[in-house]
C-alpha cells in the first residue's frame, strides 16, 4: 500500500488503493476482476441465445432481443474478456518477468484500466435503454449501424464504448511494450526475456497499430450517425470493412499470443526443461506472425469479390509456418522431459490439440474457394470458437492455473480444477464441433429461427446440451475460486519451480517487486540457480529443472 | 462447363486429408512425448538438456513451407477455374444474365432483357429463383439498403452484394432440382426470413418456363 493511502482508515484505504494505485499488479488484478465478471456476462448471453437454438421455432427470447444477444455476446467477449485478459497477463508478468519494479507509464496504464472500464459498461449500457443494446453485429457493420437502420440509442452507446475502451486498450499496449523494450533489469537482455515476455511484445506490437484504427473508425461511425455519407456510394461499405479487419486480423492475433506464451512458460515448468528453439520462437514465431498478422485482413472480404483473393490466400497460409514453428518447440519442450500433470498443464496440453482444430480449420478458411461456403455461416462460428474458445480460454485457464498462487499466495485445488477441465473439454467439443456440419449443410450465423424442414435441429440441441456443459465446468471454476480464496492453502515464493523472474519473489510480489534480482544468464535464470544448486551438490539432479 | 460445387468438393478434399494427417500427427506426437516423459515413469530419471537443434528445426520449416507452397498452387488453380466460371458467363451467348435485387427483407430476380421478374409470394414465403442446369449465368446483385450475401449452400457459393454498386459473378448449377438459398450477411430485424429458392431446371424445360412467362408479361 503506497504511503498516501496509508494514512486513511484500512477499509475506505484499501477501495481508495485500489482505484487509484499505479501498481501494475493492482491494475492487473482489476483487469481480471473485470474480465471475469464480463466473461461470466458474456457467458449467460452464450446460453440464452444457445437454448433459443435448441429446436426450430422462437421459444425463448425474440427475433429482436436475439439480435442484441449475439451482437453483446461476442462484443463481450472480444472487447470486454478475452483483449483485457490478455493484457492483465502482460501488465502483471511482463514487469516481474523482466526485472523490472515497475510498469513503464504507471499512470497512463491506470487511465488505460479506467478508460477500458469506462468503455465497457458504456458498451453495456445499452441494455438499459428502452431500444436496448447495440444490434449490429460486433463488428458493427455500416450500413447496417448507421442511424436510419438502427436508430436506437443503444447503437450510439455501443459505438462510443468501443471507441473508449479501445483507446484504453491502446495505452495499456503501449506500457507493456514499453515495459519490455525499456525498463528490464541490468543483464536481462533481449534474447534473455522469458517466451511469455516476448510473446507480448509481439501482441502489443499488434495493438499499438491495431487498436487505433478501431478507435478512428468508431469515431467517424459516430459522425456519420449524425451526418452523412462517409460509407455511402459504392466503395463506402467496403471501407468500413477493410477498416474493421485492418483493426480485426491483428487483434484475433492479440487474443492468441499472450496464451501460447502462457502455455510454453507451463510446458516449461511442468517438464522441468527450458523452452526448446527459443530463438526460432521469438523470431520465427513471434516476430513473423506478428508481421504477417498486418497483411491478412482481406481474407474477412473473400465474398465481396473486391480484394486480391491470391494475395490474401497467400499471406494467410504463410501462416502456417509461424503456427508450425509453435507447436514443434513446444512439443520438444516435453521431449526428455520430467513431466508433472498438473492442472495447469493439462490445460495448456489440451490448448495445443483443440486450438489445432481452429488452426487447421483456419487454413481452410484462408482458402477462397472454400471461404465461399464458409464465411458467415457455422463454420466460421465453429472455427473461431475452437481459437477462441477451445483454444485461448483454456491457454487462459493454463495461465491462471499456474500463475494464481503468485497473484494471490495461495493455490486453486487441484482436484476442482480437473473435474472443471473434465466438464469444459467434453461442452466444448461437443458444442463447437458439431457447428462444423451444421455450418456445412448451410446455417448461416446470426439467425434466431430456423425451419424444421431445414434438418438441423438434432445438432443444435446436442450443441445447447454442450454449452450446458460448459456452464457446469465454469461453476465448478467458481466454486474452486470460492474454496481456495476462503481456506487458502500458503503458496510460498515458486510453487510449481518456475524458469522466470517471477518466482523468484514472494506471492504475492511486494509493491516494488523485488527486494534482490537473481544472476540473469539466460531465458531461465530460475533453471540457472537450480543447475549452479546441483553443481555444488546441494541438490539431486533428479530433482532439478534441465 | 464446371462449377463451384465440383471445386469445392476437390480442393475440400484435398484440404481435409493434409489437415487430418497433420492432425493424427501431432496428437500422437504429443501422445508419445507426454506418456514416455512422465515424472512418474522413472524417477531417479534427470531431464534432458539439450534446448535447441537448429539443423532440425530449419529442416523442419522448410517441410512447413511447402505444405503451404502446394496448398496455395492447388487454391489458385481452383481460383482460376471458378474465375473461368464468370468469364463464360460475360462472354458467351448462351448465357444467361439475372439480375438479384436484394432488400430488407427479400429477394427480387429480374430476368435481364427480358420483363420476367420473380419476387417473394406473401406471408414471407421463399422467392423462386429459375435457373437452367450446366449453363453459366451471370447475375449482378444490387442491394436496396445494407449489406446482404447470396448464398446457395449446396453448390457451395456465396456473393456479398451492397448499395450503390452492381456486383458481378457467374455460377453454374450442376444438377436439376430445388436448392435453398438464403441470405447470409445479417441485414437487421427479419434477417432469418430472408430466403429463396434455386429450381434448377434441365435447358429446355426451362426454356420453356421463360417464354411462357415472357408471354404472361407481355399480356
Known amino acids: 500500500m503506497s504511503a498516501a493511502t496509508a494514512t486513511l482508515p484500512e477499509r475506505r484505504g484499501r477501495l481508495l488503493g485500489a482505484v487509484i494505485s499505479t501498481d501494475h499488479k493492482s491494475i492487473a488484478r482489476g483487469l481480471l476482476v473485470v474480465a471475469l465478471l464480463m466473461f461470466l456476462g458474456g457467458g449467460v448471453m452464450a446460453l440464452l441465445m444457445r437454448s433459443e437454438l435448441a429446436q426450430p421455432g422462437l421459444q425463448v427470447v425474440s427475433t429482436g432481443t436475439y439480435n442484441a444477444l449475439f451482437t453483446m455476446h461476442g462484443s463481450t467477449m472480444i472487447y470486454a474478456v478475452v483483449i483485457p485478459l490478455a493484457l492483465a497477463l502482460g501488465v502483471y508478468l511482463v514487469p516481474l518477468q523482466v526485472g523490472a519494479a515497475q510498469i513503464a507509464g504507471p499512470r497512463v496504464a491506470l487511465i488505460g484500466f479506467w478508460l477500458f472500464v469506462l468503455g465497457a459498461l458504456t458498451m453495456e449500457a445499452g441494455w438499459l435503454t428502452n431500444g436496448g443494446p447495440g444490434r449490429a453485429t460486433w463488428i458493427g457493420v455500416a450500413p447496417l449501424s448507421e442511424f436510419q437502420r438502427t436508430p436506437n440509442s443503444g447503437q450510439d452507446l455501443w459505438i462510443l464504448g468501443v471507441g473508449v475502451l479501445s483507446l484504453g486498450q491502446w495505452l495499456l499496449s503501449l506500457c507493456v511494450l514499453f515495459t519490455a523494450l525499456r525498463k528490464r533489469a541490468p543483464r536481462m537482455t533481449l534474447l534473455r526475456m522469458a517466451p511469455f515476455t516476448w510473446s507480448m511484445v509481439g501482441t502489443t506490437l499488434m495493438g499499438v497499430f491495431a487498436f487505433p484504427v478501431l478507435v478512428v473508425l468508431m469515431g467517424l461511425l459516430w459522425y456519420d450517425r449524425r451526418n452523412c455519407c462517409l460509407f455511402d456510394g459504392p466503395q463506402g461499405p467496403l471501407n468500413y470493412q477493410h477498416l474493421f479487419w485492418f483493426y480485426g486480423h491483428p487483434v484475433v492475433y492479440v487474443m492468441f499470443f499472450p496464451f501460447v506464451g502462457a502455455v510454453a512458460e507451463v510446458f516449461s515448468a511442468f517438464c522441468r526443461r527450458r523452452l526448446f528453439g527459443y530463438e526460432f520462437f521469438v523470431g520465427a514465431t513471434i516476430l513473423t506472425f506478428a508481421g504477417l498478422s498486418m497483411s491478412v485482413w482481406g481474407h474477412h472480404m473473400f465474398t465481396t469479390g473486391r480484394v486480391d483473393d491470391r494475395y490474401f490466400a497467400l499471406t494467410s497460409h504463410m501462416i502456417i509456418a509461424a503456427a508450425g514453428v509453435e507447436y514443434f518447440d513446444i512439443a520438444l519442450t516435453a521431449w526428455r522431459g520430467k513431466i508433472r500433470f498438473t492442472t495447469a498443464f493439462l490445460f495448456a496440453v489440451t490448448f495445443m490439440l483443440q486450438f489445432l482444430v481452429g488452426g487447421l480449420s483456419g487454413v481452410w478458411v484462408a482458402s477462397p474457394p472454400l471461404d465461399f461456403q464458409a464465411h458467415n455461416s457455422y463454420i466460421v462460428i465453429a472455427h473461431f470458437h475452437y481459437t477462441l474458445f477451445a483454444g485461448s480460454l483454456f491457454g487462459a485457464f493454463a495461465a491462471i492455473y499456474y500463475w494464481f498462487p503468485k497473484w494471490t499466495g495461495a493455490m486453486l485445488r487441484e482436484g476442482l480444477g480437473k473435474l472443471q477441465l473434465v466438464l469444459m473439454i467434453i461442452g466444448t467439443n461437443i458444442t463447437f464441433g458439431l457447428m462444423f456440419a451444421v455450418g456445412e449443410e448451410g446455417m448461416p450465423r446470426r439467425i434466431a429461427n430456423y425451419l424444421p424442414s431445414d434438418g438441423w435441429g438434432t445438432l443444435n440441441l446436442l450443441e445447447t446440451i454442450g454449452s450446458g456443459v460448459i456452464g457446469l465446468g465454469i461453476v465448478v471454476f467458481l466454486i474452486n475460486l470460492v474454496v481456495s480464496l476462503r481456506r487458502r492453502v500458503p503458496a510460498g515464493p515458486d510453487p510449481w519451480g518456475g524458469p522466470s523472474l517471477e518466482w523468484a519473489t514472494t506471492s504475492p510480489p511486494p509493491e516494488h517487486n523485488f527486494d534482490a534480482l537473481p544472476p540473469i544468464r539466460t531465458y531461465a535464470p530460475l533453471f540457472d540457480l537450480a543447475r549452479d544448486e546441483v553443481k555444488a551438490g546441494r541438490r539431486r539432479p533428479e530433482e532439478a529443472p534441465a | ?219
Open chain 2, 1 to 219: 462447363m464446371t462449377n463451384t460445387r465440383s471445386q469445392y468438393d476437390s480442393l475440400g478434399t484435398t484440404y481435409l486429408i493434409v489437415a487430418g494427417i497433420v492432425f493424427v500427427i501431432v496428437v500422437v506426437a504429443f501422445a508419445f512425448v507426454l506418456i514416455r516423459y512422465r515424472a512418474g515413469r522413472d524417477p531417479t530419471r534427470v531431464p534432458g538438456e539439450n534446448e535447441k537443434h537448429t539443423l532440425a528445426e530449419a529442416a523442419y520449416v522448410v517441410v512447413l513451407i511447402g505444405v503451404t507452397v502446394f496448398l496455395v498452387t492447388i487454391t489458385f488453380k481452383t481460383l482460376s477455374r471458378e474465375d473461368g466460371i464468370t468469364r463464360a458467363a460475360a462472354n458467351s451467348p448462351h448465357s444467361l444474365r439475372v439480375r438479384v435485387i436484394a432488400a430488407q427483407w427479400t429477394w427480387r430476380f429480374e430476368y435481364e432483357g427480358r420483363p420476367v421478374v420473380t419476387v417473394a409470394p406473401p406471408q414471407d414465403k421463399p422467392t423462386p429463383l429459375y435457373v437452367p442446369v450446366g449453363r453459366p449465368i451471370l447475375f449482378t446483385g444490387h442491394s436496396q439498403d445494407v449489406l446482404h450475401q447470396f448464398w446457395v449452400p449446396d453448390v457451395r457459393f456465396k456473393r456479398q452484394i451492397w448499395p450503390d454498386h452492381d456486383e458481378q459473378w457467374g455460377m453454374v448449377f450442376p444438377s436439376a432440382g430445388v436448392f435453398e438459398g438464403v441470405c447470409n450477411w445479417f441485414c437487421g430485424l427479419w434477417h432469418q426470413n430472408m430466403r429463396f429458392d434455386v429450381i434448377a431446371l434441365p435447358g429446355q424445360r426451362f426454356d420453356r418456363w421463360l417464354s411462357a412467362q415472357r408471354r404472361k408479361a407481355a399480356r
